[in-house]
């Protein structure tokens, strides 16, 4: 599989931008993204995913370090720019244009005219659903149909590439829901996708791999099987009585869940199942379910950052 995405040893520093002291926001990143994956980027605020970004987009330049595009070094060259479409983070249009017009704008300075942008226009709006809004003035849009015509607006050139900044923040369920099927429908077109976000269910639910950044460090990345563990498991009991579960909770085994009667106990690693199970029948709890648990992956972006930033305290 090819890849299209590729830094080697690449670095950012700011000169003079923290206190007059230079600010190194990236170091040493070695990215690798194939064809045809959604790439999930993470990181806090500050932790370096708006520089890498910025420089796949050629809008500033690395210090040092390579960036490879398709296989190109020159990342700067229209080639590469008309193969990547991007969403930025609360994306601006003015709002007292129709939808299509925006499309057009766009799609004019991507050099397509006549037919062509037409055929376009009419193709991306038909991809991100659009179709029954498309002459309406955007300000009588909601924000999901921004969105919609945002990610249209980032495919009018038919990009190979996309790379989308925070593209579900501020959705209802509904609306994250149909963004996170058309970009899945994207992915098996072929498309490649980077997604940084902070909407750490979203990225599980749609990404076949992540990378997490502390502080400009990519601290690990690879698939959801690979880096989620399922050294704990969950039992599914009813009949519990608060006391009971408080001297659970100090044995490791807590509240996880609770629907009417019906409670989900996570045990921690450490307990066989066993041993959880003899201690939930000595507080007479009726037993329903017991099975592994797998960390979410907002869990491991916690036990990742928080290990690097003790990490940084020792260090200190």
Do not use: W
């Not at 007059?20 to 605020?45: C, M, T, V």
């Not at 995913?49 to 910025?54: A, E, M």
């Amino acid at each position: 599989m090819s890849v299209v995405i590729e830094t080697k040893n690449l670095n950012k520093i700011y000169e003079g931008a923290r206190r007059r002291q230079d600010l190194h926001a990236l170091k040493d990143l070695n990215l690798s993204i194939p064809a045809g994956e959604i790439f999930g980027y993470l990181g806090p605020n500050g932790s370096g995913k708006t520089t890498t970004i910025k420089m796949l987009l050629s809008l500033i330049f690395p210090t040092s370090g390579e960036i490879r595009i398709l296989g190109s070094k020159d990342i700067s060259s229209a080639k590469v720019k008309r193969s990547i479409g991007y969403l930025p983070e609360g994306a601006y249009y003015p709002d007292f244009l129709r939808g299509e017009e925006i499309l057009e704008y766009y799609g004019k300075l991507y050099g397509l005219t006549g037919k062509d942008l037409k055929r376009r226009v009419d193709a991306v709006i038909d991809v991100v659903g659009m179709s029954h809004a498309r002459n309406r003035l955007l300000r009588g849009y909601s924000k999901g149909m921004r969105q919609r015509i945002g990610l249209a607006q980032a495919l009018i050139s038919d990009p190979q590439i996309l790379i989308l900044d925070e593209p579900t923040t501020g959705l209802d369920p509904i609306a994250r829901k149909e963004i996170r099927d058309i970009l899945a429908q994207l992915r098996d077109q072929g498309k490649t996708l980077l997604i940084s976000s902070h909407e750490l269910l979203e990225v599980e639910l749609i990404s076949d791999r992540v990378g997490i950044l502390f502080e400009g460090v990519l601290q690990t990345m690879g698939t959801l099987n690979e880096l989620l563990t399922e050294r704990e498991f969950s039992i599914e009991v009813t009949g519990a009585t608060e006391a009971a579960l408080s001297r659970l909770a100090e044995k490791g085994i807590s509240v996880e869940d609770r629907v009417g009667d019906k409670l989900k106990l996570r045990v921690a690693e450490g307990h066989s199942s066993y041993e959880a199970l003899e201690l939930c029948r000595a507080e007479n709890l009726n037993l329903h379910s017991v099975a592994p648990r797998r960390e979410t992956l907002e869990e491991l972006f916690v036990r990742v950052v928080g290990a690097a930033e003790a990490k940084r305290r020792q260090a200190a």
